[in-house]
Nanobody, 126 residues
Framework: QVQLVESGGRLVQAGGSLRLSCAAS????????LGWFRRAPGKEREFVAA????????YGADSVKGRFTISRDNAKNTVYLQMNSLKPEDTAVYYC???????????????????WGQGTQVTVSS
């Protein structure tokens, strides 16, 4: 079992920055990849970013490349999503997820993840 708790979401103006955190407990954190996903009102859940167990390999969606950065601190059992140059279209509930099947590369498909947090709301005003 893995428990994930996101935090850091809030209302921010366009062009601003936020850092989301996701604290994990349960299985050995440093062994599995993690991902961030988001769901905007009326839209499907979409991939945002993913990171492998060591933090060396990361992937980001085209819509956030150059603006969002995923990172992890295995000593703190926490994964982060640094979001810069926020846009109104980034408004969504953001979820972190863990894959405990230990793939070689961090997955980008939601179906590949086994555990999910409850989400944190990010609202970007124009």
């Amino acid at each position: 079992q893995v428990q994930l708790v996101e935090s850091g979401g809030r209302l921010v103006q366009a062009g601003g920055s936020l850092r989301l955190s996701c604290a994990a407990s349960g299985r050995t954190f440093s062994r599995y990849p993690l991902g961030w996903f988001r769901r905007a009102p009326g839209k499907e859940r979409e991939f945002v970013a993913a990171i492998n167990w060591s933090g060396v390999t990361t992937y980001g969606a085209d819509s956030v490349k150059g603006r969002f950065t995923i990172s992890r601190d295995n000593a703190k059992n926490t994964v982060y999503l640094q979001m810069n140059s926020l846009k109104p279209e980034d408004t969504a509930v953001y979820y972190c997820a863990a894959n405990v099947r230990y793939p070689v590369r961090p997955p980008t498909a939601a179906s590949a993840y086994d555990y999910w947090g409850q989400g944190t709301q990010v609202t970007v005003s124009s």
